[in-house]
């Protein structure tokens, strides 16, 4: 009766363990969006470091794969990658000034 108790904890313990690990997959995605959106170019290794994890290369391959964002990158010299968003080009610029007609 002990071993099925165990194992019983066991599974729910490995359930609650992935909720986490989805919520922190999640929160990993959504600061990598936020850098690439203020228009910073990054490498991964910065990304990693401002996200506290390993995945930056992973969060970006998805972002382009599964969410069509237009991430571009170059090779450095001293062979790192830079990384950056590139602008909407379709997107129109609004003209705030205000006619004096009005």
């Known amino acids: 009766m002990k071993e099925k108790k165990k194992a019983a904890s066991t599974t729910a313990n490995l359930q609650h363990r992935s909720g986490n690990k989805d919520s ?32 930056a290369r992973r ?4 972002l ?4 069509g964002w237009d991430i571009k990158d170059v ?16 997107q129109m610029s609004i003209d705030w000034e205000v006619n004096g007609n009005e």
Do not use: C, H, M
């Open 59 to 62: 969060v970006i391959s998805t």
């Open 75 to 90: 090779r450095l010299d001293d062979r790192r990658k830079l990384y950056w968003l590139e602008p909407d080009k379709r």
């Open 24 to 55: 922190k997959s999640s929160r990993i995605i959504q600061q990598v969006r936020s850098i690439f959106l203020s228009g910073r170019k990054v490498t991964a290794k910065e990304i990693n470091a401002e996200t506290n994890s390993n995945d």
């Open 64 to 67: 382009r794969n599964d969410e």
